[in-house]
């Protein structure tokens, strides 16, 4: 397989991941001002700080108001991460491998994207906006299925699924750092209370709140929210998850030593950490040190499988 082929592949992959990811936040965010009260609603700013995008927000708008930042989340053409941007990477790079993945794929994509910026003043209503999501992530779980029932399982879709679980393993860590930090503190039974539907909108972000009540069978508690969101080995957003399926991906592809070195210190780090006794501090450090596995994960993918920059 061509290295340009294998690397549209893997963005395309991870676009559409980001695309979903970010109807998730988006919609949950939503519901979670709803389930607490004003004096302690946390707001939108959130949202920013987990996309890494507040920066880039200041410059184009003044207040981060729930019309400004959803509008800049969903289909801002100057903001990379946004839905409507991540849609159209994923058309592109779909469109330049036409003849590799099936065309019914290709087609769901295409539509998706046109579908997504011709509804876009629906997108910016209260009322709208909700439909609007719903269809992002319907759409991009029918393309997952469809792309796994009819696509070649060959090294074409192992890249494919080691750029999902990569956009996934980063979207869990970003959410866990920033959610963690805006908890409340611990001081009465009514911000315990606030607490524990902060730590369900992690979950509800992730859609893990159903699958974590049936693996953890205890509710909701900061500790093994963690564990489960780091360390489970079966829900498939979880960290440990992900990297097992980007090493399974790069075994199947062909075995890289430095990108398997890389993927042995981060299942160690990940495995042998008690994330349970992590307090905010340590937590924000150690959710750094994952994220910086990751960049270093993709940064050797890169440099095995795909075309330096400058070519």
Known sequence: MLSRVA??????????????????????????????PKKVALGWTPLLAITGA???????????????????????????????????????????IRDIIPREAW????????????????????????????QIISSSQTLSGLLSGTMNHDAGYQFLCVGRSMERADMTTRIIDVRSADMLPKQTEESITYENIQWMGVLKSLTAYQMYRRSMQV??????????????????????HCVREVERGVNQIGSDRF????????????????????????LHSYVDSVQLDLINLHNALAKAYFLPINE
Not at 17 to 25: H, I, K, T
Not at 119 to 130: C, D, E, S
């Open 107 to 134: 087609e769901l994509i295409n539509e998706l994207y046109l579908q997504s910026r011709d509804n876009i003043n629906q997108a910016l209503t209260k009322n709208g906006r909700h439909i609007y999501l719903n």
């Open 54 to 96: 507040s920066e880039l927000f200041y410059k184009r708008y003044k207040e981060p108001g729930e019309r400004q930042v959803t509008k800049f989340l969903m289909v801002d053409e100057t903001n990379p991460g946004a839905i409507l941007p991540a849609l159209r990477a994923a058309r592109e790079n779909g469109r330049t």
């Open 7 to 36: 690397e549209n592949i893997y963005w395309m992959a991870r676009h559409i991941e980001r695309a979903e990811n970010m109807a998730r936040l988006i919609k949950v965010n939503t519901f979670l001002l709803l389930d607490l």
């Open 219 to 240: 509710r909701i508690h900061r500790g093994t929210v963690l564990r489960f969101l780091f360390q489970n080995q079966e829900f498939p957003r979880s960290v440990l």
């Open 259 to 282: 990108t398997l070195q890389i993927l042995e210190r981060a299942k160690t780090s990940l495995l042998d950490t008690e994330v349970t006794s992590l307090d905010a501090k340590a």
